[in-house]
């Protein structure tokens, strides 16, 4: 029968055009490249295979898919005629920086440093410009580059950036030219230039020609670009899912490409890895894209999704966006995730511009580790939004101002940011926000029992109503002279009806940086240990182990007597922030055979392709099953796959299989049967080959030593 262990599918697409509600599709290990369609389903399951890796891989090889050959063009520089639209180039599965400057690179982590490898604007060095115009400092007219034409990433928004299309260039006094953005500031402008060919002057640099589909690119000198595993990111999304509800993504990875869902109700993607999984459209020769077009890991109208047990790694933009109002977009979950290396360039992003961003309501963000992060702001998930238990540090590198947690005036009521470490940066840590002067209706958030250290700001409260109570915040301030807990009383007003009990900081005042005594907070003020008040020494000191990340005070401390700060003395368990979920450089994607006790082994290989050898045919038969009984590329080309389940077997398990690197797409086999018989048949018959295998092997050995035993005996008695 067609999806069955002896007639695989060829494919995920395949398995589900004879797929129906309730189905689960489980996939064998290979590398995927194919485009998933799911519309109109209710209950689907894909997953993984138990033990298998499955990759879903959204680059193709440009000399082996894209059948492209490298030439050697003008200024050392070579190209390759892919005639497909390409905006991601990978060589060995690592990343290559388009070309860009100032130069930055990916493999020191050099593009998140804004300070040393962005341009810079004249304005605040006693320059003057309006919105659509930059001044360079100097070193742009030095290069000899004519930016016209260039893409230019213009970080002119304190915590907004954008991209825009250089339209004209004043040499005598180093002025660019683009099309104007909103929010202009007139402070801290940094920029690169992107998107011309011109720019490619290093090795691993490249540009795509988008009219005439080239890839230009620079090697190091007497490499032969043809001879390398050169890849091109083509395709946005894998699995594309729309007006369905209750679809559960499990156990895969993902490199170069990511999912979408739209209008969904309880879709689930968890305990996958994705890798790579969204970059800009700029290298396609576009400026200022479209937020609602941005390809990006995103659920759009979707209610009671949840992201879990997964990790996101090396994007240029968000790592998560929902898009939706609150009617349609509501109670979605980010639990025990990891997000590391977020958003290169910050540019064009919705809202706020931030990490992860939920448009909706009523949402939960809980149990998660973010760290090395571009955008200023991190976290923006809504009204009424859910934080609990995240650990979140190095954050906001290539904008200024923003925040951790962000919250806006009317996103304030009901929230709860509660069991946070938020560390190491320079941005404020939770701020309940609001409008410069006049009157501030944010009102109703709880913020408690967080750790906030090393940081500009650990706490800013505008607005009334707020309860903040029991956070410890120590090593604030960076030298900025900010407070560490600010609770803002300005134009007369703001949180008279405040509670600001049991912390413990060592500034803590109704002003952004002046003392307490000369900004006493307002409402309630009980059993703070404010460093502004106390004499007995900084918060940190009173602390038991903070460098290893035990927060408690110390018995008997004014801490501990307080009752202050986000833990108590005795507390033999204390609460952990952060994801379980750790996350790890992708293993190898070289397709090979990865039992080592085969002839043809291969260390390199990270995924296997099902073609092991061995000794002897009884050990290649108990290879085929440990293979899940696939059958080789010869046989399966023979026997295709075509049958369609009848209406009965309604609860039917679709599985796919991917083998050899060649046939990639070809012999993807999919397996259709039942969940239940699959786990117990197939493997008890695994197991049941396996030791079979053994008995009869160790069998052999005894009989031929009895035999031997049998003829030395004879001779003996013989002589």
């Not at 990006?296 to 009671?304: E, G, K, L």
């Amino acid at each position: 029968f067609s999806g069955t262990v002896d007639c695989p599918f060829n494919s995920v697409m395949e398995a589900l055009e004879v797929s129906k509600n309730g189905d689960t599709i489980i996939i064998h290990e290979g590398v995927y490249h194919e485009q998933i369609i799911i519309d109109n389903f209710e209950n689907l399951t894909i997953r993984v295979a138990e033990n298998e890796r499955v990759v879903f891989d959204g680059t193709e090889s440009i000399t082996q898919d894209l059948n492209g050959i490298w030439e050697l063009s003008t200024n050392n520089i070579h190209e390759v005629e892919i005639n497909k639209n390409g905006w991601q180039v990978f060589v060995d599965y690592e990343e290559q920086v388009p070309a860009r400057w100032p130069n930055a690179n990916f493999t020191d982590f050099s593009v998140f440093d804004q300070t040393n490898n962005w341009a810079k604007g004249t304005i605040g060095e006693g320059g003057s410009y309006s919105n659509g115009e930059l001044q360079d400092t100097g070193k742009l007219n030095l290069s000899g580059i004519n930016p016209i034409g260039a893409i230019a990433i213009l970080n002119v928004g304190s915590f907004k950036t954008w991209s825009r299309t250089v339209t004209d260039y004043n040499l005598s006094t180093n002025t660019i030219s683009y099309d104007s953005v909103p929010n202009w500031k007139t402070k801290h402008h940094y920029y690169f230039l992107e998107g011309k060919r011109e720019l490619i002057d290093f090795p691993g640099e490249w540009w795509f020609d988008n009219l005439e589909k080239k890839l230009h690119m620079k090697f190091e000198s007497g490499v032969n670009p043809n001879d390398l595993d050169i890849r091109v990111k083509t395709q946005p999304f894998a699995f594309n899912i729309t007006n369905s509800n209750n679809i559960s993504i499990e156990g895969l990875e993902f490199f170069a490409t990511t999912f979408r869902t739209q209008g969904c109700n309880g879709c689930i993607v968890k305990d996958s890895d994705l890798m790579y999984p969204s970059t800009s459209k700029r290298s396609l020769g576009i400026a200022g894209e479209d937020v609602d077009e941005r390809w990006v890991s995103r659920m759009d109208s979707c209610t009671n999704c949840l992201i879990d047990n997964s990790s996101f790694a090396y994007t240029d933009g968000s790592a998560l966006e929902f898009h939706g109002a609150a009617l349609k977009s509501n109670n979605n979950t980010v639990n025990n995730s990891h997000f590391e290396y977020i958003d290169w360039s910050s540019s064009d992003l919705i809202g706020l511009m931030v990490t992860v961003y939920d448009g909706g309501r009523d949402n939960t963000f809980s149990n998660n580790t973010v760290k090395n992060t571009g955008a200023s702001s991190t976290l923006s998930i809504g009204d009424s939004p859910k934080i609990y238990f995240n650990n979140i540090s190095n954050t906001g590198f290539i904008q200024s101002d923003g925040a951790v947690v962000q919250m806006m005036m009317l996103e304030q009521e009901g929230a709860e940011i509660a069991y946070n470490w938020i560390h190491n940066t320079e941005k404020y840590g939770i701020r309940m926000d609001g409008p410069a002067g006049g009157t501030n209706i944010g009102r109703n958030a709880s913020v408690h029992h967080n750790v906030l250290w090393n940081i500009k700001t650990g706490i800013m409260a505008k607005g009334d109503y707020h309860d903040v109570s029991n956070n410890t915040v120590f090593g604030g301030g960076l030298d900025l002279g900010k407070n560490d807990i600010i609770v803002l009383f300005e134009n007369g007003e703001g949180n008279e009806n405040s509670s600001t009990n049991n912390n413990a900081a060592d500034k803590i005042a109704a002003h952004r940086s002046k003392s307490y005594e000369e900004h006493p907070v307002p409402g309630s003020f009980i059993d703070n240990y404010n460093g502004y008040q106390e004499t007995l020494g900084e918060v940190e000191n009173l602390l038991s182990d903070p460098d290893n990340y035990d927060f408690r005070p110390i018995p008997n401390s004014m801490l501990d007597n307080l009752s202050a700060g986000a833990y108590d003395a005795l507390d033999q368990n204390p609460w952990q922030a952060g994801a379980e979920r750790k996350w790890e450089m992708m293993k190898s994607l070289h397709r090979g055979c990865t039992n080592y006790t085969a002839e043809n082994y291969d260390v390199l290989a990270g995924i296997n392709n099902h073609e092991c050898e061995f000794e002897s045919e009884q050990e290649q038969d108990s290879e085929t099953d440990l293979n899940t009984n696939n059958e080789t590329e010869e046989d399966s080309n023979q026997n295709p796959n075509t049958n369609n389940e009848t209406e009965e077997d309604s609860n039917q398990v679709q599985n796919t299989n991917n083998e050899t690197e060649e046939d990639s797409n070809q012999d993807q086999n999919t397996i259709n049967e039942t969940e239940e018989d699959f786990d117990k048949e197939s493997t008890t018959k695994l197991i049941e080959d396996t030791e079979g295998s053994k008995t009869i092997v160790l069998g052999l050995i005894i009989g031929a030593l009895m035999i031997f035993i049998f003829i030395f005996t004879l001779i003996i008695k013989r002589k």
